[in-house]
């Protein structure tokens, strides 16, 4: 069986559809035609709890590329972390962030658009852990909004397992500034550090400007201008102890301090 080298994991509302869409234009890697396969969340009823027919994704790409898969959702949904483990202990991990109160507002912005969220957004964040209890009709996924911004939470879960050595931290405020050392970067991680072809790479700038390459890339992007400068403010405080968590895991300064 032809299993993922690699696993997109997250987060929602941080780029990882650019992200996907950067990587896949590279000579060295492999996808399925499809974005968002849901296996180790157990979304996919295609695909049930079948390894083999998870692999039969892959069976198509080169023995000489590395494949792998972009599933957002697969760094919140509790025992994703063990179920991955269970199938490939040795797979490498990207995860994508982005300032959390951006991601909150864009998390938000997107449920109302799918019109399943009819609260304020202050009242949204206050009914959170309620209707999270609730768990029905996609709540984990439309109104999980601090919960999902919490980033060390679950960045920890898979830290245990797999190491720190099979994670890799990426920032879109830095994919979108420096697209190119990103990628590179990213490569390296993965081993393909050789394949990257610079002059394929469009700069992330141009692209959230002329809307020419991922037309729906982050549409909120915009928004946040437009959030509430209260509002900005209260979420800038809640994230204060979770942002220097992650800061001090990583060493470094985050991009968005």
């Known amino acids: 069986m032809r299993l993922p080298d690699f696993l997109i994991i997250g987060g929602m509302r941080c780029g990882t559809t650019s992200l996907h869409n950067l990587l896949r234009g590279q000579p060295g890697l492999c996808f399925p035609p499809k974005k968002e396969v849901h296996f180790f969340d157990r979304r996919n009823a295609q695909l049930g709890t079948s390894v083999e027919r998870y692999a039969a994704l892959f069976a198509s790409c080169a023995d000489v590329k590395l494949c792998g898969e972009a599933t957002p959702d697969y760094l919140y949904t509790n025992d994703c972390d063990k179920l991955i483990y269970e199938v490939a202990p040795q797979i490498k991990l990207i995860i994508i962030l982005r300032n959390p109160v951006d991601r909150t507002w864009s998390h938000y912005l997107f449920s109302v658009f799918k019109q399943v969220e009819k609260l304020g957004f202050r ?72 394949s990257l072809i610079l002059d394929e790479v469009p700069h992330m700038n141009r692209i959230v400007r002329s809307r020419s390459l991922i037309g729906r890339l982050l549409p909120a992007l915009a928004a946040t201008k437009a959030m509430p400068r209260s509002d900005r403010k209260y979420l800038q405080l809640y994230f204060a102890e979770h942002n220097a968590q992650l800061a001090h895991w990583l060493g470094r300064t985050l991009p968005w301090d």
């Open 123 to 194: 009242e949204a964040l206050t009914e959170e852990g309620t209707r999270l209890a609730i768990k029905s009709n996609h709540s984990d996924i439309f109104f999980s909004y601090l919960m999902r911004s919490r980033y060390m939470e679950h960045i920890r879960r898979f830290e245990v397992l797999f190491g720190r050595k099979q994670l890799k931290i990426l920032f879109l405020e830095e994919l979108i500034h420096s697209t190119r050392s990103v990628l590179h970067d990213l490569l390296s991680f993965l081993g393909r550090q050789d």
